[in-house]
């Protein structure tokens, strides 16, 4: 009988939450942060898409950013394509263009497939 036991460390997981990404980009009227009302209406579309990926269980949205002539919408889970598939009618139907998602399966390194709409 020994008498030390090697410790075994459990398996690690990365999150699921963090691996998958959907990072949709709006093009606002000006070079800086948009309109009041172009952000009013990203901000009705946030709490819309956060409904939409909380009732398909899909993972979480994770917020935005302004600046630079565009907002843009970060939303993290298991499966991109759940992700999308929970948002994507709210996207399509959003009217500030040009406007592109970046689909991401895996982390930050990760190559992403852009969709424009």
Do not use: C
Not at 53 to 61: K, L, Q, R, V
Not at 69 to 92: F, I, K, N, S, T
Request: avoid cysteine.
């Amino acid at each position: 009988m020994a008498l030390f036991k090697k410790k075994v460390a459990p398996a690690t997981q990365p999150a699921a939450s963090s691996e998958h990404a959907v990072i949709i980009h709006y093009k606002l009227s000006d070079d800086a942060h948009g309109t009041v009302e172009e952000r009013e209406a990203i901000f009705a579309l946030e709490t819309r898409m956060e409904a939409a990926i909380t009732a398909a269980n899909a993972g979480e949205f994770d917020g935005n950013e302004f600046g630079g002539g565009e907002a843009v919408l970060y939303m993290y889970g298991p499966d991109r394509d759940r992700l999308w598939a929970a948002v994507e009618p709210q996207v399509r139907a959003f009217a500030l263009r040009p406007a592109f998602a970046d689909l991401r399966a895996g982390g930050p390194d990760s190559a992403a497939e852009r969709l424009h709409f």
